[in-house]
T-cell receptor, first 114, second 117 residues
Framework: DVKVTQSSRYLVKRTGEKVFLECVQD?????MFWYRQDPGLGLRLIYFSYDVKMKEKGDIPEGYSVSREKKERFSLILESASTNQTSMYLC?????????????FGPGTRLTVT | AQTVTQSQPEMSVQEAETVTLSCTYDTSESNYYLFWYKQPPSRQMILVIRQEAYKQQNATENRFSVNFQKAAKSFSLKISDSQLGDTAMYFCAFMKHRNFGNEKLTFGTGTRLTIIP
């Protein structure tokens, strides 16, 4: 089974702190994604990566950056956390060669910025 | 840009009944894919069903089926013989035909479905 894990289920940070959210997948997937999920807004794509050291902006990249140094790991970075970044963050991965286009999701990290 | 609209924020049905969740989308693309994802309470999001736009036949997966109306840009999910385990948030999602390095999903805002015992 595909497994996508995220470093924390719950995280509380203070305004202005640098925050790292880690995501690891064990299926050798080429594509990895970071979404944030907010009530009434659904999931919105922050960044995605289709290869090591490659990244593309999603729909709401402002205030975020990402890092993908190894194929299995995709990190989301909040350079200076703000209260409007309080949200649920979901990581996902997918195979770049599969015709199924299925994305596999992690359990999510609920981040609170105070 | 693509948009996906789910007009039913919440729904509830009795166990064993059939329920239909609505989804409409807007795109100028001719070749694309549509998905329904399920997010159970405190559990990971999983794929329920997918539909390729070039296929006229509606996709089915056991108790789950879709009604895909390409001209109307409508993609509803029907759950037959609903079970308590179907209680979840359901998201409709759109993806353009894949070009290398671009498998972005556009999600709707979700429908919270509750199955009542």
């Amino acid at each position: 089974d595909v497994k996508v894990t995220q470093s924390s289920r719950y995280l509380v940070k203070r305004t202005g702190e640098k925050v790292f959210l880690e995501c690891v997948q064990d299926m050798d997937h080429e594509n990895m994604f970071w979404y944030r999920q907010d009530p009434g807004l659904g999931l919105r794509l922050i960044y995605f990566s289709y290869d090591v050291k490659m990244k593309e902006k999603g729909d709401i990249p402002e205030g975020y950056s990402v890092s993908r140094e190894k194929k299995e790991r995709f990190s989301l970075i909040l350079e200076s956390a703000s209260t409007n970044q309080t949200s649920m963050y979901l990581c996902a991965s997918s195979s770049g060669s599969s015709e199924l286009y299925e994305q596999y999701f992690g359990p999510g990290t609920r981040l609170t910025v105070t | 840009a693509q948009t996906v609209t789910q007009s039913q924020p919440e729904m509830s049905v009795q166990e064993a009944e059939t329920v239909t969740l609505s989804c409409t989308y807007d795109t100028s693309e001719s070749n694309y894919y549509l998905f329904w994802y399920k997010q159970p309470p405190s559990r990971q999001m999983i794929l329920v069903i997918r539909q390729e736009a070039y296929k006229q036949q509606n996709a089915t997966e056991n108790r789950f089926s879709v009604n895909f109306q390409k001209a109307a840009k409508s993609f509803s999910l029907k759950i037959s013989d609903s079970q308590l385990g179907d209680t979840a948030m359901y998201f409709c999602a759109f993806m353009k035909h894949r070009n290398f390095g671009n498998e972005k999903l556009t999600f709707g805002t979700g429908t919270r479905l509750t199955i009542i015992p």
